[in-house]
């Protein structure tokens, strides 16, 4: 497993981020055709199928305005992000905000789900709208870097649109990578929320998969959770197994990271060594919780008795990696 390859951790453009405080950034790439889009509405991403797989359907500005269709008179327009830069050009990201009654026209395709994960991609469909989590991992690392960028971004903007200093709104600046206070001038930054998520094993190298209580019945993942204030990483982990297993943690190992902007979580990925293997679940995050040997969890797979994550996410890599091969499903 090559952990600096994790789906979402992949990019391939220069944020270029002494370009943010351009005076007149936004509005000069705005007006460039050599930029390119990506063009966000209701939390989904504007994606299109090609014979090689899924990528963004990034537009030149003038055809992404063209998408945006049927906006009610005085709608707000699209918030404007700078992505950054590379030998192409300029990549900017616009986030289009919900409005009742108006939405955004890609060559008359409906907003409806994405493509199956292993269905074949089928470019006479034209775009479509896509989420991160379905097809991040499809992406390419130019595409999955923008796409982690910009729906963060996106979801922080959406939920900081006030001074937590004094209540006054705040403005975008520095192309979208700051909230500026209108009252008293101070600049915000978003935050990101580390946590931290492991593959517990046993010294019969079982792995341990969890049912948290609000997914769908038999799927499994491996266990996790957010760091606390003044908590070191490893201390995270044996906390979070013990609080919701039962567990004793001995040795934990780090395996690698990635941006998870849902809405603003770091996962970092850890192997964690058991000490003890009787489990006791909490009952109100997690309320079950198997240990699998390797046959054991490719039979239940193959059954459909286990439903994994999906393949974007960090637990899928380390279930694998665990496991020594990709799994169907």
């Keep these: 497993m090559d952990w600096t390859r994790l789906p979402l951790a992949r990019a391939g453009v220069d944020r270029a981020a002494h370009l943010r405080t351009e005076p007149g950034l936004l509005d000069r790439l705005s007006a460039d055709p050599t930029s390119r889009v990506v063009v966000v509405a209701d939390g989904r991403l504007a994606t299109r199928a090609t014979p090689d797989g899924t990528v963004l359907h990034l537009l030149p500005p003038d ?3 063209a998408t945006i269709a049927d906006r009610p008179t005085g709608a707000e327009p699209p918030l404007a992000l700078f992505l950054g830069a590379d030998d192409e050009g300029a990549y ?9 009654g108006g939405g955004v026209d890609l060559e008359g395709v409906p907003t409806g789900p994405p ?8 470019p006479d469909r034209g775009p479509t709208w896509s989420t ?7 992406l390419s690392d130019r595409d999955a870097g923008l796409a982690a960028a910009v729906v963060g971004l996106a979801a922080w903007h959406e939920r900081h649109p ?3 200093r004094c209540g006054a709104p705040t403005t975008p600046s520095s192309g979208g990578w700051t909230r500026t206070c209108t009252a ?18 046993d010294d019969a190298d079982r792995l341990l998969l969890g049912h948290a209580a609000h997914w769908p019945a038999r799927r499994f993942s491996t ?4 760091v606390e204030p003044g908590e070191s990483l490893e201390s995270a982990v044996r906390r979070e197994v013990h609080e919701e297993v039962g567990l004793v943690i001995g040795a934990v190992g780090y395996r690698g990271s990635q941006p998870w902007p849902f809405p603003a979580s770091l996962m970092l990925a850890f192997v964690a060594r058991a000490r003890t293997t009787a489990i006791e679940v909490d009952g109100a995050e997690v309320t079950e919780a198997r240990w699998f040997t390797r046959e054991e969890l490719g039979a239940a797979v193959a059954s ?3 439903l994994l994550p999906m393949r974007t996410s960090v637990a899928r890599a380390l279930i694998e990696d665990w496991f020594g091969a990709e799994l169907a499903g």
């Design 115 to 122: 493509r199956p994960e292993g269905e074949a991609p089928d």
């Design 184 to 201: 008293d001038g101070s600049d915000h930054y978003p935050r990101t929320d580390p946590a931290v998520i492991m593959a517990v094993v």
């Design 223 to 226: 266990l996790a959770g957010y």
């Design 162 to 164: 006030r001074c937590p």
């Design 304 to 306: 459909g008795d286990v």
């Design 63 to 65: 055809e992404a305005r």
């Design 132 to 138: 991160l989590r379905d097809v991040g991992h499809a």
């Design 92 to 100: 900017l990201g616009w986030v289009v905000p919900e409005v009742p």
